[in-house]
Every structure is written in structure tokens, then in C-alpha cells.
Nanobody
Framework: QVQVVESGGGLVQAGGSLRLSCVVS?????????VGWFRQAPGKEREFVAG???????NYIDSVKGRFTISRDNAKNMAYLQMNSLKPEDAAVYYC???????????????????WGQGTQITVSS
């Protein structure tokens, strides 16, 4: 049974940084999967933030380009989201998800991701 667990969330002042971690266990699936980070703020739909394919191709939404960096370490079954210059509008629950289909580019659609973590809360104070 695949388990995805995020950590690293918390309260940070605007302009600060956080690093989210995602650990995958239960099956040797991470190395074959794209990893996506999504977020969901209260009253809003879950949105794609960043993704990285198994070959290392990355994709970001425009609002985080230049501030967030996604990475992965298949040997450790880990993925990361480094978030710098955080803004109040970045506040949300952040989710890590896996898409085992092996697409050339990370999918931005939550429905294409089969495995999800429980989420970690990010709060940004202004």
C-alpha cells in the first residue's frame, strides 16, 4: 500500500521560506512517477503548484515561478518543495501527489494523480 506523507508546513512571515518534504513508502513507485505539489485554500479548488517528471522535467504555475523549486531524490523516496519569498496568497494546505503514468510533462490536473498525502498547512502572516 502506497503511503505519501508531507511535512514541513507551518507559520511563516511574508518574505520567509519553508521547505516541504514528501516521503513515499509502501512500494517502489516514486522513481516511476511524476510528483506534483498542489495546494488548496479555504473556499477554493485544489490547484497545481509545481511538478517534476521521473526524468526531471519541471513545471510551475506562473505565480510561483522564480520563488518555488521542486526537487526529488528517488534514492531516498523523497520529494521537496522549496518555497522562498512567501506571500500571504501562498497560504493553503499543500499536498504531494504521485502520477505513475510517465508523461513527458507534469500534469496539472489533480484527477491524473493516483496517490495523495494528507496535506500540510502553510500560513503566511503579512
Amino acid at each position: 500500500q502506497v503511503q505519501v506523507v508531507e511535512s514541513g508546513g507551518g507559520l511563516v512571515q511574508a518574505g520567509g521560506s519553508l521547505r516541504l518534504s514528501c516521503v513515499v513508502s509502501g512500494a517502489d513507485i516514486l522513481r516511476w512517477s511524476a510528483v506534483g505539489w498542489f495546494r488548496q485554500a479555504p473556499g477554493k479548488e485544489r490547484e497545481f503548484v509545481a511538478g517534476v517528471t521521473r526524468s526531471g522535467t519541471t513545471n510551475y504555475i506562473d505565480s510561483v515561478k522564480g520563488r518555488f523549486t521542486i526537487s526529488r531524490d528517488n534514492a531516498k523516496n523523497m520529494a521537496y518543495l522549496q518555497m522562498n519569498s512567501l506571500k500571504p496568497e501562498d497560504a493553503a494546505v499543500y499536498y504531494c501527489a504521485l502520477d505513475p503514468r510517465g508523461l513527458r510533462n507534469p500534469s496539472v490536473h489533480p484527477a491524473n494523480y493516483d496517490y495523495w498525502g494528507q496535506g500540510t498547512q502553510i500560513t503566511v502572516s503579512s
